[in-house]
């Protein structure tokens, strides 16, 4: 029976959490992307006093 619970508790982990995770990483590397890359690095670049 212990055998059963840790198989769902990783399909769980499988099935809700990690889906989320890569939407939400997805949503994160087009709007990033949106933006210049250079125009980011030259903004930190500014705000560090470089």
Do not use: C
Not at 23 to 49: A, P, W
Request: hydrophobic share 45%; glycine share 4%; net charge negative.
């Amino acid at each position: 029976m212990e055998e059963f619970g840790l198989t769902a508790a990783t399909w769980a982990w499988l099935l809700i959490p990690m889906p989320l995770l890569i939407v939400l990483s997805i949503i994160t590397y087009f709007s990033e992307k949106h933006d210049s890359s250079i125009t980011l690095e030259k903004e930190r670049m500014k705000q560090n006093g470089y």
